[in-house]
């Protein structure tokens, strides 16, 4: 039973190019997150939205666009793939809004752009 | 100055002894303090939390905090090679309602 589970685990595509990743938990969550792992580890929030509303948007270029059809799915599409896209992209879920609420991670999908 | 700091590793600790991980944090005012582990090719997971001065012990795991120093660090007793992994030190700072992670510290336990 897999709590958050995201797809692709791996996304290999050109420059210039359209793609989405897809995320859903069953753990019956409030608030789910896009973050984003450079080479370096650095784990960084890009979007946390609770019950479907957008809460945290950090500085990410526009090419980026969450959306939540409903509170267990949040998806990430990215417009215009760039060289610098290119890291692990994790979904992760948490029951509360608050930021001290234990996250949950996805698998995480490998981005490499070319 | 990064808002948390880690020293990135390796650190390589025998088998059995104790690993020693430490993470220093520029916001004075931050009032949660986490541990997650990260293994190769892997998500993070939640292995500690920590919200006042001293020490949380949880299994071999113990947290210790010291808010005066912007010093927090995981002891880990008995390592074993299981533990060998990437451990991200996690702080949510007093201007931010989201949590800041530094760039983690690689741990190898050595048979």
């Known amino acids: 039973d897999t709590a958050v589970s995201q797809t692709p685990k791996y996304l290999v595509t050109q420059m210039g190019n359209d793609k989405s990743i897809k995320c859903e938990q069953n753990?019956?969550?409030?608030?789910m997150y896009w973050y984003k792992q450079d080479s370096k580890k650095f784990l960084k929030i890009m979007f946390s939205y609770n019950n479907k509303e957008l809460i945290i948007n950090e500085t990410v270029p526009n090419r980026f666009s969450p959306k939540s059809p409903d509170k267990a799915h949040l998806n990430l599409h990215i417009n215009s793939l760039e060289l610098g896209d290119s890291a692990v992209y994790f979904c992760a879920s948490s029951q509360g809004e608050g930021a001290g609420e234990k996250l949950f991670f996805g698998s995480g999908t490998q981005l490499s752009v070319l | 100055q990064k808002e948390v700091e880690q020293n990135s590793g390796p650190l390589s600790v025998p088998e059995g002894a104790i690993a020693s991980l430490n993470c220093t944090y520029s916001?004075?005012?931050?009032?949660?303090f986490f541990w997650y582990r990260q293994y190769s090719g892997k998500s993070p997971e939640l292995i500690m939390s920590i919200y006042s001065n001293g020490d949380k012990e949880d299994g071999r795991f113990t947290a210790q905090l010291n808010k005066a120093s912007q010093y927090v660090s995981l002891l880990i007793r008995d390592s074993q090679p299981s533990d060998s992994a990437t451990y991200l030190c996690a702080v949510i700072p007093s201007s931010a309602s989201k949590i800041i992670f530094g760039s983690g510290t690689r741990l190898s336990i050595r048979p």
């Open positions: 916001d004075r005012g931050s009032q949660s």
């Open positions: 753990l019956g969550h409030d608030t």
